[in-house]
């Protein structure tokens, strides 16, 4: 039987997230999440699924906030549209689906699928680079060059039941600019 050509066969989910740059810093009184010193002074990653995020540190916030090359990043509603559509054509052209997006002001939420098992840091790369082309292509570019912050968490999905908590999560954000849910696993 020949399979519907719009359908992708998907082997890996992903729940990414990435900020823009300066909106939470290290050190925040939200904490945070990433890879930090913990009271020891070891280096502990509180970027793990079940893992508290670190604790407040105002001399550590205080310490990135002076290093910061430019005005925090905020993103707004054209910007939001217009990243909302570049991803979706990002997932296409790569062959992934994007089962949900989420665009705040200061933070980006995607579950993707994808065939095989490429290493997440070149999907997340791949939607951070898209993402900042159609902004400095539509927008004044970020006076420090850059619109996200480095990194960001990519957690596999391990189940229908991950994947579908992590969108409920998607949708249920505070102030969205743009959410994004796909109803089933067709291209549209």
Known sequence: MNSPVNFIAVDRYWFLTWITYG?????????FVGTALDEAGQHFNFNEP?????MPNPALQEFARRNLKSPP??????????????????AR?????VVAAGIMRTHIHIVTGVPGDPDPEKILGDFKA????????ESSWP?????????????TLKDEQSVEAAVNYIRNQSN???IWPRENGMLT
Do not use: D, M, V
Not at 73 to 82: P, T, V
């Open 50 to 54: 079940g893992t508290p995020p670190a």
């Open 143 to 155: 006076a420090g060059n850059t619109w996200w912050s480095t990194g960001g968490s990519k957690r």
């Open 176 to 178: 969205p600019l743009a």
């Open 130 to 137: 898209c993402g900042s082309r159609i902004l400095n292509r």
């Open 93 to 97: 052209f790569r062959g992934w689906l």
């Open 23 to 31: 909106s939470w810093l290290p050190g925040s009184k939200r904490g």
């Open 73 to 90: 990043q905020r993103l707004n509603h054209q910007q939001a549209k217009s990243l909302l559509e570049q991803f979706q054509e990002t």
